[in-house]
């Protein structure tokens, strides 16, 4: 029999917590070592207090009853850990900048013109996936760089170094660009959707980028910011579990950044995620990871370029990559 804590206490037993570690770790892969105790009674005893429960034993029953999707739900929204910033591990940033994307462009495929019109470059579009996105900042750095590098007619990108965009304005065409940002979190996903951040916040942003791509708020809005109409219309957010089955539907990507994540998994829960997303990146495509992070050594088809980044290996004979 599981000893629970007497009604009105709120104490975590030892018993109430290995049930909801197995719990957490089935539903997310997320595994709560013995130190992480304080932090699930820390994390989930408001929810306890909003809904009138006294004891974890009456939320965990209240969480694995018939049609308790919904809570569950919350549950993980409480337990996630949602803490990032624009820009995070800059140098990864700039290694995309200064060589990835230079290298992408000079690879991708090229149109064939059509008889008799003028021959024009057209490039293949370039997929990029935030596979743990957080609050947004993310995926929105990521549009910044991609947008501020690919500049040519083809994608519609606008320089960094344009006139600055504080105050607002129409947004441009941005076709052949696409970061699709996922989450396990719904409450984190719609502040990533919301796009609004404290102005404090700016001081993340490398400056070209920031007088670029984000509009600072007056009026009622006054002391935040916003990511410009340009980033909002290149990144699309969906709930996703990493521990789901690989995401076929999402195809295939140049970038994939899932950076941070792998602390909270185990080792085989680690690699069954790895394998997804090596499986989900395009030949020659290149895979972010946290800089405390490594594949090692985890499939042979990819290459580390530089400390927590790997390059898929096209097949040979194949040049640059693909995307379906």
């Given at each position: 029999?599981?000893?629970?804590?007497?009604?009105?206490?709120?104490?975590?037993?030892?018993?109430?917590?290995?049930?909801?570690?197995?719990?957490?770790?089935?539903?997310?892969?997320?595994?709560?070592?013995?130190?992480?105790?304080?932090?699930?009674?820390?994390?989930?005893?408001?929810?306890?207090?909003?809904?009138?429960?006294?004891?974890?034993?009456?939320?965990?029953?209240?969480?694995?009853?018939?049609?308790?999707?919904?809570?569950?739900?919350?549950?993980?929204?409480?337990?996630?850990?949602?803490?990032?910033?624009?820009?995070?591990?800059?140098?990864?940033?700039?290694?995309?900048?200064?060589?990835?994307?230079?290298?992408?462009?000079?690879?991708?495929?090229?149109?064939?013109?059509?008889?008799?019109?003028?021959?024009?470059?057209?490039?293949?579009?370039?997929?990029?996936?935030?596979?743990?996105?957080?609050?947004?900042?993310?995926?929105?750095?990521?549009?910044?760089?991609?947008?501020?590098?690919?500049?040519?007619?083809?994608?519609?990108?606008?320089?960094?170094?344009?006139?600055?965009?504080?105050?607002?304005?129409?947004?441009?065409?941005?076709?052949?660009?696409?970061?699709?940002?996922?989450d396990l979190s719904v409450r984190a996903?719609?502040?990533?959707?919301?796009?609004?951040?404290?102005?404090?916040?700016?001081?993340?942003?490398?400056?070209?980028?920031?007088?670029?791509?984000?509009?600072?708020?007056?009026?009622?809005?006054?002391?935040?910011?916003?990511?410009?109409?340009?980033?909002?219309?290149?990144?699309?957010?969906?709930?996703?579990?990493?521990?789901?089955?690989?995401?076929?539907?999402?195809?295939?990507?140049?970038?994939?950044?899932?950076?941070?994540?792998?602390?909270?998994?185990?080792?085989?829960?680690?690699?069954?995620?790895?394998?997804?997303?090596?499986?989900?990146?395009?030949?020659?495509?290149?895979?972010?990871?946290?800089?405390?992070?490594?594949?090692?050594?985890?499939?042979?088809?990819?290459?580390?370029?530089?400390?927590?980044?790997?390059?898929?290996?096209?097949?040979?004979?194949?040049?640059?990559?693909?995307?379906?």
């Amino acid at each position: 029999m599981i000893a629970v804590a007497e009604p009105g206490t709120r104490t975590l037993s030892d018993d109430e917590f290995v049930l909801f570690q197995r719990l957490v770790k089935r539903l997310s892969g997320i595994s709560l070592g013995p130190q992480k105790k304080p932090l699930l009674l820390c994390r989930l005893g408001p929810r306890l207090r909003a809904l009138g429960l006294h004891s974890f034993g009456e939320y965990y029953r209240r969480v694995t009853a018939a049609g308790a999707e919904g809570e569950l739900v919350h549950m993980l929204d409480c337990i996630c850990t949602n803490e990032t910033h624009f820009f995070r591990e800059r140098e990864q940033f700039e290694l995309l900048e200064r060589e990835i994307l230079p290298a992408w462009e000079k690879s991708a495929g090229h149109g064939s013109p059509d008889r008799g019109a003028p021959r024009a470059r057209v490039r293949r579009p370039l997929r990029a996936w935030s596979a743990a996105c957080s609050t947004g900042e993310e995926p929105y750095s990521i549009a910044m760089t991609l947008l501020g590098c690919l500049s040519s007619p083809d994608h519609g990108g606008a320089r960094a170094d344009r006139a600055p965009r504080w105050a607002g304005g129409a947004p441009a065409g941005v076709p052949g660009i696409g970061v699709l940002a996922t989450d396990l979190s719904v409450r984190a996903l719609e502040r990533a959707r919301r796009a609004v951040w404290p102005i404090e916040r700016a001081s993340e942003i490398p400056d070209e980028r920031l007088r670029a791509y984000m509009l600072r708020g007056t009026g009622a809005s006054a002391g935040l910011m916003k990511a410009g109409p340009e980033l909002r219309q290149i990144v699309t957010f969906r709930r996703f579990n990493l521990l789901d089955a690989a995401p076929e539907r999402f195809g295939l990507f140049d970038l994939i950044f899932c950076r941070n994540v792998f602390i909270y998994f185990d080792a085989a829960t680690k690699a069954e995620i790895v394998a997804k997303l090596i499986a989900s990146l395009a030949p020659g495509g290149c895979l972010f990871l946290g800089h405390a992070e490594g594949l090692h050594g985890a499939d042979p088809r990819v290459r580390c370029i530089a400390p927590s980044v790997y390059r898929l290996q096209p097949p040979a004979g194949l040049k640059g990559s693909r995307s379906p």
